[in-house]
């Protein structure tokens, strides 16, 4: 049995498309012959690398990988006969990118794939793919990037867009990666832009996005095909899902979220296709606008069909609290949620059913969680109210400016949707919000930011060090050291990521300052909230705000995973030092 190796021209042929993939974003808008002569000649180098690859392979490869191959030579020339005979409008530079995408998910497939059936394909893979698959966070990490690549193939198609001509390929990357990472900023108008399909392939992406990548990839992989995981992305999933990592136990919590999540959006579809009758009838929009609403408000994206947002829907109160409900959900996160429902059945079982139950009470996570998102909840309702009711909200009446503050003190930490106009709002509202934005939602949740129970972390640490303690105690529990030293961490690091990006886009842009901090942190944070920036973004300012957007949707914790390294163990202790400070 001929053993299989993997060709370095499978890796140089994933690169090379890569950078096709790339150029192709930066020079769209540019006419130069000699360009675009370049640009051909790079696209068949690319087809004939790729053709050699397979050939030189084809015969000594199992029929597994023949099998794909061939497949994917059937998709190539389908796509090549839908251009060359115009099945499917399309221009030849999206031709050129769905071939390329393509070509780079095959040797993607033949790079990272794995085989049960061929154990000498894992040992004979290059040693940087074996580091990243055996890291989780860089599993995560690649997870989320093909997303947004097919994604952005999917909103590169005509079908995808309602005019025959396709959006640009950096407005496609942009609006991929805000859907997938469940940020909800666009560079486009959503309702008049994408047709019905592209608007379908957001609602995908958001609720892909939303449950994320490893927990549809073990749903799908283990529970739907019996595939087996590794452990490190069992563990992986049972630290964002607060499970023990049993695998029974695990694969029962995946289900109970998927049931949670479609329940919670199907209570949501329901009720805004209720609400929306008098103005949409018993219709198939209705039902669209309703489920896409009901997916971007749980998943807390914030991508709304409306040009203008929720703020022709201010003074309405039922809407309002549809999405309310729907955010604070979701951005309370399953393991909250789940500790809060199996609270009330004991407190039912024991109080009402008179039943013997053991007490366990609300757990300490749980407790820091809705005590901090509690104090923001009603802390933004009564500032954005006190800063904004003479300025924003003083022509509404004072049920609405209240309804009004309530609502963007929901949405802002988390979602991105407004019913009032954020370029009108005051400077400190703006400071408010902005604060809001960065400290975000529940670890675990939809949400983004640097998590409130990092905030509690960080708040007891401090509360401890002016007290003179040595231990970090709340509510009769001890926080590690270690624990309270990530926290920092990720305090501190997103802090700093923020600084040089605002620094970036301020140098890039000519917007005030405020609107680039807000627009900046708003993309870190994954809220989606914008002043009109984002229409009005340059090529960094794009490229620059996916990259936040990615980073902040995978979360501080598991860029610090992609960037620690195991400890070396050393018997060496150095003489400690005292240094000045402050």
């Given amino acids: 049995m001929n053993e299989y190796k993997i060709s370095p021209l499978s890796c140089i042929v994933f690169f090379v498309s890569l950078l096709f993939i790339l150029a192709a974003a930066f020079t769209q808008n540019i006419a130069m012959p000699a360009l675009l002569h370049i640009d051909r000649t790079a696209f068949f180098l690319l087809v004939f690398l790729y053709i050699v690859d397979v050939v030189s392979k084809y015969s000594d490869r199992k029929s597994l990988h023949n099998y794909f191959d061939s497949i994917f030579a059937g998709v190539l ?9 115009s099945l499917i409008m399309m221009t030849f530079m999206t031709f050129r990118l769905v071939i390329t995408f393509l070509i780079m998910g095959r040797s993607f497939m033949k790079i990272f794939g794995t085989n049960e059936e061929s ?5 004979h893979r290059p040693k940087f793919v074996t580091n990243a698959m055996n890291n989780p966070a860089r599993t995560v990490l690649l997870g989320y990037l093909y997303l947004i690549l097919f994604g952005t193939l999917l909103l590169s198609l005509p079908i995808s867009v309602t005019n025959e001509e396709p959006i640009s390929f950096s407005n496609a990357l942009f609006m991929a990666a805000s859907a997938g990472t469940i940020t ?18 957001l609602c ?7 449950l994320g990548i490893m927990i549809v990839s073990y749903f799908f992989g283990y529970i739907i095909f019996r595939r087996k995981m590794k452990y490190q992305n069992k563990a992986n999933i049972s630290a964002d899902t607060n499970n023990d990592g049993n695998g029974r136990s695990l694969s029962s919590t ?31 929009k209705n039902v669209g606008y309703a489920i896409f609403h009901a997916v971007t408000g749980f998943c807390n994206a914030g991508f709304c069909i409306y040009a203008s947002d929720l703020t022709p829907f201010v003074s309405d109160i039922p809407l309002n609290l549809i999405f309310s409900f729907l955010i604070i959900i979701g951005g309370l996160g399953f393991p909250v949620c789940s500790d809060i429902v199996r609270y009330i059945i004991r407190w039912w079982r024991k109080n009402i059913l008179h039943q013997y139950v053991p007490y366990k009470g609300l757990s300490v996570n749980t407790k820091i969680v809705l005590i901090i998102s509690s104090l923001f909840l009603v802390g933004g309702t009564l500032l954005f109210y006190g800063f904004e009711h003479q300025n924003v909200i003083r022509d509404f009446d004072i049920g609405t400016q209240y309804l009004a503050s309530f609502f963007q003190s929901v949405t802002v930490r988390t979602a991105g949707f407004n019913s009032v106009d954020f370029s009108s709002l005051r400077t400190p509202t703006l400071m408010m919000l902005i604060w809001m934005m960065f400290i975000g939602g529940a670890s675990g949740s939809m949400a983004g930011g640097v998590k409130v129970n990092t905030l509690g972390i960080l708040s007891v640490s401090l509360f401890s060090f002016l007290r003179g303690r040595s231990e970090n105690v709340i509510m009769h529990k001890s926080i590690s050291h270690t624990l309270a030293y990530k926290s920092f961490f990720i305090f501190f690091m997103s802090e700093l990521l923020m600084i040089i990006s605002i620094i970036i886009l301020s140098c890039t842009h000519s917007a005030d300052f405020i609107t680039v901090c807000f627009e900046t942190i708003s ?7 914008s002043m009109g ?13 996916i990259v936040l957007m990615v980073l902040g949707k995978i979360g501080p914790m598991t860029v610090l995973m992609l960037l620690s390294r195991e400890e070396t163990p050393s018997n060496i202790r150095y003489p400690d030092v005292d240094i000045l400070i402050g």
Avoid: W
């Fill in 523 to 529: 993309a870190f944070s994954t809220t989606g909230a």
């Fill in 184 to 201: 909800g900023l666009a560079t486009v108008d959503v309702l008049a832009t994408f047709s019905v399909f592209g608007k379908i392939v």
């Fill in 77 to 85: 020339i389908l796509a090549y006969i839908c251009y060359k005979f």
């Fill in 533 to 545: 920036m984002t229409s009005n973004l340059n090529v960094v300012g794009k490229y620059l705000i």
């Fill in 204 to 210: 995908v992406l958001v609720q892909v996005g939303g």
């Fill in 119 to 123: 154990r000498d394909i894992q040992q």
């Fill in 254 to 284: 995946i289900v109970h979220i998927l049931i949670f999540t479609f329940f919670v959006e199907l209570l949501g579809a329901v009720s805004l296709f209720i609400h929306f009758i008098p103005l949409y009838g018993l219709t198939a």
